[in-house]
């Protein structure tokens, strides 16, 4: 564990520079408040700077303000089902960043990943694959998923490491809708995800997170207001994206269909979309074809923003190590503070951006 612990630390890319920074800086303000008090200070006054100074925390993953206490746990990681008849999901829209990917015959599934946000209702939650557990690690998070394939069995039985939240092991979170037929119908709570985290003792602040957001906006470059991205072998997971300047972001549609939350009914809002090409193929031995897909590694992609484009390159050099998202000249992406979502696209999978 410490060794995977040091590799991520030498790992860190430019764009995460000052997380570090940013926790000692809160963790020192909360010292002081708690254990300082100036003469003539009254005990409500005091109450009400520290609740201002808890306030003024922003999340390390996604860049919004929050509080200390949020910000001081462990992140969950959510495998979120993707089918149609999983949708609408729910909670998805308290993310701070969300990975698409394809798992096999086209299918993809979504990993959700929440640190101060805590929906009431998270799901369905689905099984997991190599390739989500290997972006879960970046974030030392609790991996909530129900079953794996045998590919993630591998991982996931022999890395001790990993802080492993499986429905078939630990139940008591979990729950199924009636309203849904199996297996699109179970669900969880943030709430119940980390009472569980705590019976494991599994509590504790993350010191180097993944980082989506800068104080700079994408004001040059094409522009980016509608994208199109085709699933290879994909049938009912068309997705398009739609810059909506009110908002502020990209609007997604899911075959045709506004993509919202179930329990709110409010739409999905991308403020960032991260297209990372990468290379996947079924796994050699595989009896469901499940997709081998290379996170690990490096390639390009494209950044959309603030209605703009512009090419990145994005790196990982192993399992431990944090993802690297750059521009062409090894710049930091300048990402709108708010939800980002990462593509993970097959290259022989079709992106039509304009």
Same mark, same amino acid.
């Given at each position: 564990?410490?060794?995977?612990?040091?590799?991520?630390?030498?790992?860190?890319?430019?764009?995460?520079?000052?997380?570090?920074?940013?926790?000692?800086?809160?963790?020192?303000?909360?010292?002081?408040?708690?254990?300082?008090?100036?003469?003539?200070?009254?005990?409500?006054?005091?109450?009400?700077?520290?609740?201002?100074?808890?306030?003024?925390?922003?999340?390390?993953?996604?860049?919004?303000?929050?509080?200390?206490?949020?910000?001081?746990?462990?992140?969950?990681?959510?495998?979120?089902?993707?089918?149609?008849?999983?949708?609408?999901?729910?909670?998805?829209?308290?993310?701070?960043?969300?990975?698409?990917?394809?798992?096999?015959?086209?299918?993809?599934?979504?990993?959700?990943?929440?640190?101060?946000?805590?929906?009431?209702?998270?799901?369905?939650?689905?099984?997991?694959?190599?390739?989500?557990?290997?972006?879960?690690?970046?974030?030392? $998070?609790?991996? +909530?998923?129900?079953?794996?394939? !045998?590919? *993630?069995?591998?991982?996931?039985? =022999?890395?001790? %490491?990993?802080?492993?939240?499986?429905?078939?092991?630990?139940?008591?979170?979990?729950?199924?809708?009636?309203?849904?037929?199996?297996?699109?119908?179970?669900?969880?709570?943030?709430?119940?995800?980390?009472?569980?985290?705590?019976?494991?003792?599994?509590?504790?602040?993350?010191?180097?997170?993944?980082?989506?957001?800068?104080?700079?906006?994408?004001?040059?470059?094409?522009?980016?207001?509608?994208?199109?991205?085709?699933?290879?072998?994909?049938?009912?997971?068309?997705?398009?994206?739609?810059?909506?300047?009110?908002?502020?972001?990209?609007?997604?549609?899911?075959?045709?269909?506004?993509?919202?939350?179930?329990?709110?009914?409010?739409?999905?809002? $991308?403020?960032? +979309?991260?297209?990372?090409?990468? !290379?996947? *193929?079924?796994?050699?031995?595989? =009896?469901?074809? %499940?997709?081998?897909?290379?996170?690990?590694?490096?390639?390009?992609?494209?950044?959309?923003?603030?209605?703009?484009?512009?090419?990145?390159?994005?790196?990982?050099?192993?399992?431990?190590?944090?993802?690297?998202?750059?521009?062409?000249?090894?710049?930091?992406?300048?990402?709108?503070?708010?939800?980002?979502?990462?593509?993970?696209?097959?290259?022989?999978?079709?992106?039509?951006?304009?």
């Amino acid at each position: 564990m410490e060794s995977m612990k040091r590799n991520r630390r030498m790992n860190s890319q430019p764009r995460r520079i000052g997380v570090l920074c940013g926790y000692l800086a809160v963790a020192l303000g909360l010292l002081l408040l708690a254990g300082c008090r100036w003469p003539g200070q009254g005990g409500e006054s005091s109450a009400r700077n520290a609740a201002a100074a808890r306030a003024e925390a922003v999340c390390p993953i996604d860049g919004l303000p929050t509080t200390a206490r949020a910000i001081l746990r462990r992140p969950l990681a959510v495998m979120i089902e993707n089918s149609p008849a999983a949708r609408p999901q729910s909670g998805l829209t308290s993310a701070c960043v969300v990975y698409e990917a394809i798992t096999e015959g086209g299918i993809t599934r979504f990993l959700a990943v929440f640190l101060h946000n805590d929906p009431p209702v998270i799901g369905p939650v689905r099984s997991a694959r190599p390739h989500f557990i290997n972006l879960a690690r970046e974030y030392d $998070a609790a991996y +909530v998923h129900c079953g794996e394939s !045998y590919e *993630a069995l591998q991982i996931l039985a =022999t890395d001790p %490491t990993l802080y492993n939240l499986d429905q078939m092991k630990y139940a008591k979170p979990f729950w199924r809708d009636r309203t849904r037929h199996a297996p699109h119908n179970l669900y969880a709570s943030a709430a119940k995800l980390r009472q569980q985290e705590s019976k494991l003792l599994w509590e504790g602040t993350v010191s180097l997170l993944p980082h989506f957001a800068s104080t700079r906006r994408l004001e040059t470059g094409p522009p980016a207001t509608t994208a199109e991205i085709h699933f290879p072998g994909a049938t009912n997971y068309h997705l398009r994206l739609v810059y909506d300047a009110q908002a502020g972001g990209y609007l997604r549609y899911m075959d045709g269909k506004l993509h919202v939350d179930r329990e709110t009914r409010k739409p999905i809002v $991308a403020k960032n +979309v991260l297209i990372q090409r990468v !290379y996947a *193929a079924p796994f050699t031995h595989s =009896t469901h074809g %499940t997709y081998d897909v290379e996170v690990i590694g490096s390639g390009d992609g494209l950044c959309l923003s603030n209605g703009r484009q512009t090419a990145l390159v994005w790196q990982k050099s192993d399992n431990a190590a944090l993802t690297s998202y750059t521009d062409q000249q090894q710049r930091p992406l300048p990402l709108q503070p708010g939800q980002t979502w990462v593509e993970i696209v097959p290259t022989d999978g079709a992106v039509i951006v304009q």
